[in-house]
């Protein structure tokens, strides 16, 4: 795992996107898993800025979302579905038609999860999935005691996940959703490389359990231990509770420019 701290949470944009665009110069049609939530919007941006700018292009690349909302349409703004419309399409060139998401309106839900693990197994697997992490230490919607063995499939929101989640919902914590789609944690740890992003000190602790805790379904994001191309990329203060900060920062700093993250 290598953990990249950054000065404050814009510039965790570009050492995100420039994965991304070395992914495109390897492969010109990559398959993106992506995120929702605040944590991202850095990365959504920067991409928006070079596909502007005339340098980076998402013509070519599909993406997956990592979860949906059970029972909202995806019209509705707060779905995950419109969240990464107005994030990332309606700014890109990533042709609407190339992302998919777990269908949270599904009449059989249970089946839902399987048709989507299928989806992305048709697609050649995911290249590079973009992740943020709860503050409770979950990734996607893999509350604590998630099964590390998990594929897509229902789940339940916790009480304070709802409530993290009620400022997209008029602040009203009972209008959140108490069901989802989500990616499982075996499904999230089959893409080829995973690039969890957070900022801010309300993440601290969830980033310290999740870099340098026990590998526990208490703390999903703990399981990304296990995966062999991990790139952690956090703020200042979402670096706080690292007891290696020190370590990270000088592995970083010796890293010769072409090798990336
Ligand atoms: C949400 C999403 C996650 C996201 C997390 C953190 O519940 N399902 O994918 O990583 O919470 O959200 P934020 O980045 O807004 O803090």
Do not use: C
Not at 152 to 180: E, M, Q, S, Y
Not at 185 to 214: M, N, Q, W
Request: proline share 7%; glycine share 10%.
């Amino acid at each position: 795992m290598e953990v990249v701290i950054v000065a404050e949470a814009r510039a965790i944009g570009p050492v995100v996107v420039d994965a991304v665009a070395a992914l495109i110069a390897r492969s010109g049609a990559p398959v993106l898993g992506l995120a929702t939530g605040s944590s991202p919007a850095p990365v959504y941006d920067e991409l928006a800025a070079r596909v502007a700018a005339g340098t980076l292009s998402l013509a070519g690349a599909r993406g997956f979302l990592l979860d949906e909302y059970v029972g909202l349409a995806p019209t509705h703004p707060a779905s995950y579905r419109a969240t990464i419309e107005a994030e990332l399409v309606a700014r890109t060139d990533l042709p609407t038609g190339a992302v998919t998401g777990p269908d949270g309106t599904a009449a059989d839900l249970a089946a839902a999860g399987p048709a989507y693990d299928a989806a992305i197994a048709a697609a050649g697997g995911i290249d590079l999935q973009l992740l943020g992490v709860g503050s409770d230490g979950h990734i996607g919607f893999n509350e604590p005691t998630s099964s590390l063995g998990s594929r897509t499939r229902v789940k339940t929101l916790t009480a304070r996940t709802r409530a993290d989640n009620a400022r997209f919902f008029g602040a009203d914590p009972d209008a959140v959703p108490r069901h989802v789609l989500t990616q499982g944690i075996a499904t999230i740890l089959a893409a080829r490389h995973l690039v969890l992003v957070a900022s801010g000190t309300g993440k601290a602790a969830a980033v310290s359990a999740t870099v340098e805790g026990p590998v526990t379904a208490f703390v999903p994001a703990s399981a990304l231990q296990l995966h062999p191309h991990v790139t952690v990329v956090v703020d200042e203060a979402a670096a706080g509770g690292l007891a290696l900060a020190d370590y990270y920062r000088a592995t970083y700093a010796d890293k010769p420019p072409w090798q990336g993250v």
